[in-house]
């Protein structure tokens, strides 16, 4: 058997970003060049290869190791683990996925009703184009056109396709392309009650009403492999451009509307064949739009399920759909729709807005409602540069400039130059990490604009300074160069900017320490400027720089409980702490309890607006940068050392660690509130507005089995009059009486759910607090019902050893279902461990809508020395994809976080080696 596998990249870093596990920067003695934390790969948009490229080797390589004497050789074993709430498509095309099938609408494959589902599609045979092998394959000589699921849906709940190898990816990885679309039918069958069929590589439509539904994934044309999601209902943080229709039974199915063109004579037929289906025209007329009839009899079999049902009761009102798609792909048609049929229009409800765990958690929506921040105050974000077109960014950048001195490595093609665009870190685009641009949304993107994120402050303006290029790596020379130009002190560039920075963000760093670099933080500082770095993501308390310089304030990475994220560094020169982001989902809502912010969608391979979900100190630093900006904005005088003071007062931050200034936080989280309230202090009031700012304890609900919990509602401004308050609930399983309240409304309420004749899942509503002067407070509620479906169902895994020397794969092995593996005659020597899934079976691994790890994790890629047998290899595997989003409805959404790419930060990030571990790169498959 031939089989060809992509591999992960691994970066040859001199430097690592903000973290990495296992590194062995003790041994380092080389000049530093400087990394980006590699937090940034659990994130990717869908179509991120993650950091990953091919290596293809021959049938010869992967038997000869296996032939010979059994005894001549070591065994290396160990057990898969996989990430969480992701199932596998009963059919993919690996014939050791089992005979499941799920093409049958009146036997769907059951899901539960927040999940992630990897999968596989084919209008056509594969004609084992790729295996060169039907042995191998489940779809080598038939087509899996359509893939069933039912499952229990609630209203207003999101479902969204990433059809992985659509034709316009231009993929170089996949031998396969297609063109996926997705529907929406009652249980019982009928047309489509929602529909998605763009001709792109996103589908996505919301669900109508509480309900059973059958989803059908439905090849239009081509091969590919796909990720579908099913969101929870409360995703608003993200803006919903859909290409959806929605039907609610209100098309005429074997209809259609036509306008031809003016130049068709399709119009002076009188019937046409299209997809198979007879079209006959009511009327030739050119000049406006004709209704067509499409004889469904003379080209859709009745075709039976296997309890002899009639599956056309599914496919008439689907054939309907698509045979109009494959009209507006005609030369000669202006356009074709559906032929609707029209109700009378209903009054929309807005849904409450659900704040994410990272800001609620430090108070920003209280902040915010003291100050908004001041175009005045300038973050300098020094990173891989930001992507400057990004629509959530507009107007909320200063001029920046890029200090990458090394035309090898800055992508750009030239040395420094006066344009901080990221071009993108990678060769591939679609593996670039973005980086600069993710943390720049954190601190500063646009707010209230009814799209994309918030950034902490609405009004705060970012400076792109651009340090990093190629594999994400950079020099100290260039960090000091842009450190002194956001000071606006001499530097290269021979020039200033026309305000200096208040504020430098660096989420990067490396375990050295460069004294020209202590010396130009020590100027910036002595310029005003306010300095804040990441920790690092390594584990361990090892000094990291530039977080670790004198005047410089680290930021480790709390986890949603307020437990140290366990990535994160600590020690003794931790100065505060912010929320990181981690892959788990802490709070019940069937999502990882990631960080997210802006990104870079390149899904058609140019660079759109996108966004996507990180994790690392890195997404820490720029939340404790926008409240500092936030202080400014009230306190333009403040500076580091009122800052430092403040900080190890405890005056900004609560305290969740050990009492008083400890390893793990420092001075503790920081507080956006108190940090403004402590800001308007010291500018002896200002002119900030006494508002009351109110607060829940919890500030969030979490319902597991009982139905009844209790909140207090409290005015937290001192300064400010309560307000009386009323009360409002978004569903109606969701009510709230006050138990102990006063005059006002303040004091403790009992929330009630009612699960009666709620279907099972996840729930999520939101309990609206309105004061009759001030803001409101929302408090999310979240509870499930019945048991979930266990989602512990995996596509076949396979695990390679790769030679460390010659990045030769010199053994394989198939994984056993219960994750245990173990490679067998393996020759001594050193190796690093991958595994990952091949459901298209074209012969790679890790590619895009596959799973992918690498022991310990892929960035790492520890060698493992093979001198006897090599027991407990454990690693993770996770699928490839990535949330990310367009104004041109390019959404690929995955809530699961990949182990793959610049950083899987749990266990930790992309190592630092020493000059002698030349790890080979290997490159994309060609």
């Known amino acids: 058997m031939n089989r060809h596998y992509l591999i992960c990249i691994t970066l040859s870093l001199i430097l690592t970003g903000c973290g990495s596990s296992d590194s062995n920067e003790d041994d380092e003695t080389m000049t530093p060049d400087v990394s980006i934390d590699n937090e940034c790969d659990s994130r990717k948009t869908s179509s991120t290869v993650a950091g990953l490229a091919a290596t293809l080797l021959s049938t010869a390589i992967l038997t000869g190791c296996s032939d010979g004497d059994s005894g001549s050789g070591h065994t290396v074993s160990g057990t898969l683990f996989t990430a969480g709430q992701t199932v596998i498509d009963y059919d993919i095309n690996d014939i050791y996925s089992g005979s499941l099938t799920n093409d049958d609408p009146f036997n769907g494959q059951p899901l539960p009703n927040v999940v992630t589902v990897q999968g596989f599609a084919s209008n056509t045979p594969t004609n084992a184009v790729a295996a060169g092998d039907a042995e191998f394959e489940r779809f080598a000589n038939v087509a899996d056109e359509s893939d069933y699921f039912a499952v229990s849906l609630q209203g207003g709940q999101r479902v969204v396709l990433n059809v992985v190898d659509y034709y316009g990816n231009n993929n170089p990885d996949s031998a396969y392309a297609g063109d996926l679309d997705m529907y929406l039918y009652p249980n019982s069958g009928g047309d489509p009650i929602r529909s998605s069929q763009s001709e792109t590589n996103r589908e996505e439509f919301s669900v109508p009403t509480d309900g059973d539904y059958i989803l059908e994934v439905f090849a239009y044309s081509g091969i590919s492999k796909y990720v579908l999601q099913i969101l929870p209902t409360s995703n608003s943080i993200l803006p919903v451009t859909s290409n959806a229709r929605t039907h609610r039974q209100s098309f005429k199915s074997g209809e259609a509307i036509v306008q031809w063109k003016d130049s068709a004579d399709t119009a002076a037929t009188s019937a046409l064949s299209v997809r198979g289906h007879r079209v006959e025209a009511t009327s030739t007329a050119k000049d406006r739009p004709v209704k067509l009839k499409l004889d469904r009899a003379a080209s859709v079999q009745r075709l039976s399920a296997s309890n002899g049902q009639d599956l056309s009761v599914f496919t008439a009102g689907r054939d309907t759909l698509t045979t109009i798609k494959a009209l507006n792909q005609r030369d000669d048609v202006e356009y074709a729709e559906p032929n609707y049929i029209r109700y009378a229009t209903a009054t929309p409800n807005d849904s409450l807005y659900r704040s994410p765990f990272n800001y609620t958690d430090i108070r920003l929506p209280q902040a915010w409602d003291l100050t908004t921040g001041s175009s005045s105050v300038i973050v300098a974000v020094i990173d891989s540069g930001v992507f400057l077109n990004h629509d959530d960014l507009a107007g909320k950048l200063v001029s920046g400039y890029d200090f990458i001195s090394d035309p090898s490595v800055s992508r750009d093609g030239d ?37 994309g994120v918030a950034g902490a402050g609405w009004n705060t303006r970012v400076m792109p300074l651009r340090v990093l290029g190629l594999n994400g790596e950079g020099s100290t020379y260039d960090v000091l160069q842009a450190v002194r130009y956001a000071a606006r002190l001499s530097n290269d560039s021979g020039t200033l900017p026309s305000s200096r920075a208040d504020i430098i963000n660096l989420s990067l760093g490396s375990s050295f320490r460069s004294s020209a670099e202590q010396d130009a933080f020590t100027a910036a500082r002595n310029a005003g400027v306010i300095i804040v770095a ?6 361990t308390n090892e000094l990291f720089y530039p977080a670790s310089y004198d005047g410089v304030i680290s930021v480790s990475a709390a986890a949603p409980d307020r437990t140290l994220a366990d990535y994160s560094n600590f020690g003794t020169r931790i100065d505060v702490s912010a929320h990181g ?211 512990t169902d995996s596509a076949p895994q396979y695990v390679l050893l790769e030679d460390s020397e010659t990045a030769e794969i010199v053994a394989e092995t198939l994984v056993n279902p219960d994750g245990s593996y173990a490679v067998t005659d393996v020759p001594a020597g050193s190796y690093r461990i991958i595994a990952g899934s091949d459901i298209d079976v074209d012969l790679f691994i890790c590619q895009n809508g596959e799973t992918c790890g690498g022991y310990p994790d892929s960035v790492t890629e520890e060698v493992v020395e093979v001198d006897g047998d090599v027991t407990d290899i454990d690693f993770v595997v996770s699928l490839i994809s990535g949330i990310d989003v367009s104004d041109d409805g390019g959404l690929g959404i995955l809530r699961a976080n990949p182990s793959t790419g610049h950083e899987e930060p749990e266990p930790a990030d992309s190592s630092t080696k020493d000059e002698s571990d030349n790890k080979p790169v290997r490159s994309v498959s060609r």
């Open 415 to 451: 040395g420094i130059d006066s344009n901080p665009d990221d071009p993108g870190d990678k060769t591939q685009l679609s593996a670039s990490s973005w980086h600069g641009t993710h943390v720049t949304g954190t601190v500063a993107a646009a707010t209230n604009n009814q799209k």
């Open 534 to 539: 990441a920790a690092g993501n390594s584990s």
């Open 581 to 791: 982001g981690v892959r788990s989902d802490f709070d019940g809502d069937g999502q990882s309890d990631s960080i997210l912010s802006t990104f870079v969608d390149t899904t058609d391979g140019t660079r759109k607006s996108g966004y996507a979900l990180l994790n690392g100190t890195s997404m820490a630093t720029p939340h404790v940068a926008g409240v500092l900006a936030l202080m400014k904005a009230v306190d333009p005088t403040l500076t580091p050392a009122e800052v430092d003071s403040l900080l190890s007062s405890g005056s900004i931050t609560d305290d969740i660690g050990a009492a008083g200034r400890d390893d793990q936080f420092g001075h503790g989280l920081i507080n956006a509130l108190k940090a403004v309230q402590e800001a308007n202090n010291l500018a002896g009031g200002g002119s900030v507005p006494q508002v009351p700012v109110l607060e829940s304890d919890p500030d969030k609900l979490q319902f597991d089995s009982g139905s009844s919990l209790t909140l207090t509602l409290d005015n937290v401004n001192s300064e400010a009059a309560d307000p009386a308050i009323a009360t409002d609930v978004s569903e109606d399983w969701l009510s709230i009486s006050p138990s102990n309240v006063d005059s006002n409304g303040f004091g403790e309420y009992r929330v009630t759910i009612d699960r009666t004749d709620l279907v099972d899942g996840i729930y999520e509503g939101l309990i609206r607090f309105t004061p009759d002067t001030g803001n409101s407070l929302d408090v999310t509620v979240t509870m499930r019902v019945g048991d979930i479906v266990a989602i």
